[in-house]
Structures are given as C-alpha cells and as structure tokens.
C-alpha cells in the first residue's frame, strides 16, 4: 500500500473499493464455459438493472462439491438465499459460520445464491457510485471447496446493456477464467460504465479502468501517468514483471494523486485513487503509481515482514523513479534522506517485527515502511560494493519471475536466503538479523556519508569524492534495455 507520507488521510479516503475485473465489453452472458475434461466449476452471474443483486448459479463438472465458501465472512449477510437449483423446485440451504455446506446427494447439481450488492460502503469491499458499482469478487465470489489440482473454474456475466465488468481474470471466447488466487488472496471487480483503455507496456497489457466518470479532459494525461508508472518497472526488470495488470482508478475529489494498493487475487491489479481534478504536476511528481506497481513485480510477504514489502517498494519507487528520468538523482536522495528522518523519529518503540504487526493499530507506518526502506538501501550498497553488480537488482528480477504470483506468503528470512544464495554473498541474512529484533532505527548515517549524501533539502551535496560515490551513481543511473518516458 502507498501510506508514505499522510497515511490517515489516505486511508479515510479509500472506502470502499471493489475491484472491477474484466472487462468483458459486451454484457452479453457468454456460453456456459464447463466444457473439456477433467474437473471443473462454472459460475453464471446475472446482475439487475439497478445493479444491487447478483445472482449466481454455480455447477460443478466431475467433482463432488463439499461446500461453498465466504472468504469476507463480516459481509456473510449480503450472500442470500443458498439453494439446490432441481427442476422441480430449489431446496433450501443454509450457512453454517462461513461455509454453506452440500449434501453428498446433492452430487452434480447446481448451487444458487444470490448477493445484495446494494447497501453502500462496507470498508473498501463494496462502493457504489453513480453509474457504478466497486464489488470485490471476495464478497460475491464464493469459494468451491474441495478444488482439486486440475480444476478449471470459469464465469459468465449477464449484465444489464451498456453496463460492464471490470475483472482482473482473463477473458476469452469461452468466458472468463478465474485463476485460484481469486479463491486465496483479496482482488478488485467492478460493475458499470466506465471508461476503459488498454496501453502496452514492456510487453504486457495494462488495462486501465476509470470508474466514476472518468477523467474527462484529463484522460489521456491519466492514462499516460499510469503507463509511465508501470515504464518505471523496466528499469528494474526486463519488461514488465507481469503479463497483464489491472489500473483501477477511482476519481476523488482533489487535484492530487492519493491512496494506493496492490491487489494479487484473480490476476496482478493496482487500485489507486486519483483527484478529479488532478493536474499534469501532480501526477509527475507521484510516486504511487511506482509504488504499488512495484508490489506486484514481488511475492507477497508475511505481515509480520510488511517492513521489507513495503521498505523494498518504498526504496525502490526512488530508484525507478530517478532511473526512468521521472526525478532527478538528487531530488531521490533527497527523499530518501528525508523519509529516513521521518521514519527515525516515529514509531512506538516496539522492535521492528512487532510494529510491522501492529502497525494498523498504531499508525506507525512511516516507521515500518522507511526502517524497510533502508535495510533495502543498506543491503543494496553492501552488496554493490562487494561487486556484486546492480546489487539488489538481479535477485529481485529473479524473484519476479519464479515468484511474483505465488500464492504463498514469503517470509523475510526466506528472501534474505534467496538473496544471499543468488549473490554468493553473506549479506541481507546477517543485516536482517540485526535489525528486525530490534526498536531503534537502521543505522543509516554511516552508508550515507560513504556514498556521498550529505545533508538535506536545498542545503543536500553528493560529493563526488566519496568513497562510495560511484556506487551511489550507479544504483540511480539509467538501465539499459529499460524504457524512458
Ligand atoms: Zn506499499
């Protein structure tokens, strides 16, 4: 998530969001996709012309259903009406906790359940605007337990005319594939009217979503700041780390760039918040397109280790920044400097572990994020001057593609032996070790003044005769092979 700078604000403004997902084009419902062999599940959805109930019919194909699952079990009230769906007439079923479980007499039927998409605003799960309705697939999509390995799980929509879905699956002739991690991991989805674009970056397909209106006048200025964003990425990676991305932008009141997150359920997705009256500076001095973009080019981590995804994000969103030509090297230090004092004067003194824990509790996220941020900045220059070329850089290209859309949780000492293992170095292990455990903020002082960075704001030097200095010009110079805006 993006809370460098004004986490409160940002995050009051973020409710609810539902992803859209799809995008579809026409609300045509698609043929019932279950056919082929081997196991499978096919959801049909049928939403009203209000856009307030989805109606979903879900039939399995040589496999024995057990139950269906609510992932949200807080929003269980909105999932109405689980039935058999027999010719001669439903039969009733019923939730036990979270799961609606199916009789082994039941084999090879379909199930039905219906979900009020209608009241507004249930955090970030569902939002309704205008001519639009935010719906995670999490609260609409049950889960179907078991899912044997093998299994192909597909949907179709029938929509109300001119309304669309906005889904991070994949869409094909045959209907939408919904890939597992729709079932594991939070995604977005949307219904309505929106404006939509498909831009090519670095070999992938970002699909950019704007809900509620658009941005009229300002689309293209929007739809070229997150294409720029995600060009960003190929400064570090070769392309872009993903095939295909999600931008669900949701227009807010404002002239600025605001809250953001990374979205891993059902297909790679970022959801930002963008001011309906953004201007063409804001959106060139952003940072959050970079940033949540740059979750997505890395497996998600424990939240007990949210101090190295957000601190390895938060650090490199400089980096690309400045490598890209979007900042100058000197304003990124200059970031970078100022956010590790931000970070060294908050906190709660909890060690680093437990405040990453605690930290939606506490707030303390300026702390978290650039504690990260420098333990990232520490291991870079160690290993750079160490010779390991572009340090962090090729491991994490490494990580990007074995492990981007796993769907397991990585931990920080499994990234820091991956690290350590790629380099053949002894490097981030011993530098995490010392650090995770403890209250006080990563010795930063020492790495600077050998690179070279000295003081702050205007009065900020890079002297060019410091030990490390070219290091320090290295780690910001442009990649080749990577795109510039
Ligand atoms: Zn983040």
Redesign the pocket.
């Known amino acids: ?3 460098r700078e004004c986490p409160f604000v940002r995050l009051t403004v973020c409710l609810g969001l539902l992803l859209p997902g799809g995008c579809g084009g026409a609300p045509a419902a698609k043929a019932n996709a279950v056919t082929g062999d081997g196991p499978a599940v096919h959801y049909s959805f049928v939403l009203d012309a209000e856009l307030r109930t989805l109606s979903a019919t879900v039939c399995p194909r040589d496999l024995r259903l057990a139950r269906l699952r609510m992932t949200v079990p807080e929003l269980l009230e909105r999932v109405r009406r689980p039935r058999i769906l027999r010719a001669d007439g439903d039969v009733p079923l019923s939730f036990e906790e979270d799961v609606v479980p199916i009789a082994s007499a039941t084999e090879g039927v379909c199930i039905g359940y219906d979900v009020d998409l209608g009241p507004p605003g249930e955090g970030f799960w569902i939002t309704r605007g205008e001519a639009h309705v935010l719906a995670a697939p999490d609260v609409w999509l049950l889960a179907p337990e078991p899912r044997p390995e093998g299994t192909r799980f597909t949907a179709s929509f029938k929509l109300p005319p001119s309304v669309r879905a906005a889904l991070p699956w994949l869409d094909d002739p045959r209907g939408y594939r919904i890939p597992t991690s729709a079932f594991t991991m939070r995604s977005a989805g949307a219904f309505g009217q929106f404006e939509r674009e498909t831009r090519s970056v670095g070999g992938a397909e970002l699909d950019i979503v704007a809900l509620g209106g658009g941005f009229g006048e300002r689309a293209p200025l929007v739809a070229k700041w997150m294409q720029t964003s995600a060009s960003a990425l190929t400064q570090l990676h070769d392309g872009f780390p993903v095939p295909r991305v999600m931008a669900m932008l949701l227009p807010h009141p404002g002239s600025e760039v605001g809250f953001g997150m ?1 979205l891993r359920g059902g297909g790679p997705t970022v959801m930002i918040m963008v001011g309906s009256s953004v201007t063409p500076e804001a959106l060139g001095e952003d940072w959050v397109g970079v ?2 973009l740059f ?1 997505l080019s890395a497996p998600r981590f424990l939240p007990s280790d949210a101090w190295l995804s ?1 601190g390895l ?1 938060t650090y490199y969103t400089d980096i690309l920044r400045a490598r890209a030509g979007l900042m100058d090297e000197r304003s990124a230090w200059d970031d970078l400097v100022d956010g590790f004092r931000r970070g060294s004067r908050r906190g709660t003194g909890r060690t680093l572990r437990q405040e990453s824990i605690d930290m939606h509790e506490t707030h303390a996220y300026q702390r978290v994020y650039w504690a990260g941020a420098a333990l990232s900045l520490m291991a870079d220059v160690e290993l750079r001057s160490r010779g390991v070329e572009g340090g962090l850089d090729g491991p994490l290209r490494e990580l990007a593609r074995c492990c981007a859309r796993s769907e397991e949780a990585w931990s920080a000492e499994q990234f820091a032996k991956f690290v350590d293992e790629k380099t053949g170095q002894s490097v981030v292990r011993p530098l995490f070790e010392r650090y995770v455990d403890r209250a006080e903020f990563p010795d930063i002082a020492e790495v600077l003044a050998a690179l070279g960075v000295k003081g702050a704001g205007r009065e900020m030097t890079l002297a060019a005769e410091a030990p490390r200095a070219g290091v320090r010009s290295a780690m910001m110079a442009p990649r080749a092979g990577g795109t510039k805006p």
Do not use: L
């Open positions: 998530m993006a809370r990374a940033h949540e979750h957000e994000a």
